[in-house]
C-alpha cells in the first residue's frame, strides 16, 4: 500500500506562483511514475503532468505546457508541481497519483491516491 500526502496548495492571484508536494510512503525511484491530476466542480479529474520511475522523462497537458514543472526528490520520496502564471481556469483540487506504469496519463492507470489539495487562483 501506498500513500499519499499532498500540500501546497493555496489562493494566490492570477499570475502568481504555487508549488504543491506530494510526499509518498514508499521508494518511488524506478518503482513508480508520479502524475498530479486535478478537478474542478465543473470538469472531470484531468491530467495535469507526470514523471516517469526513472525520472527522465515527463508529460504535461496543453494547458500547462510551459507554466508547469514536474520534479521529484527521490531521497525524500517527493514530487512537486511548480506553478508559474496561475490563471483563474487553474482553480481546481490537486490530486497526485502512483502507477507502476512508465509514463500513464489516465486516471485509470493510476494505482493510489492522495487525498487533493485545493488551488485557488483569483482573478
Known amino acids: 500500500q501506498v500513500q499519499l500526502v499532498e500540500s501546497g496548495g493555496g489562493l494566490v492571484q492570477t499570475g502568481g506562483s504555487l508549488r504543491l508536494s506530494c510526499s509518498a510512503s514508499?521508494?518511488?525511484?524506478?518503482?513508480?511514475?508520479m502524475d498530479w491530476f486535478r478537478q474542478s466542480p465543473e470538469k472531470e479529474r484531468e491530467f495535469v503532468a507526470a514523471i516517469s520511475r526513472s525520472g527522465s522523462m515527463t508529460d504535461y497537458a496543453d494547458s500547462v505546457k510551459g507554466r508547469f514543472t514536474i520534479s521529484r526528490d527521490i531521497s525524500k520520496n517527493t514530487v512537486y508541481l511548480q506553478m508559474n502564471s496561475l490563471k483563474p481556469e487553474d482553480t481546481a483540487v490537486y490530486y497526485c497519483a502512483a502507477s507502476r506504469l512508465p509514463l500513464p496519463i489516465l486516471s485509470s492507470s493510476m494505482d493510489y491516491w492522495g487525498q487533493g489539495t485545493q488551488v485557488t487562483v483569483s482573478s
Open positions: 514508499v521508494r518511488i525511484s524506478d518503482n513508480y511514475a
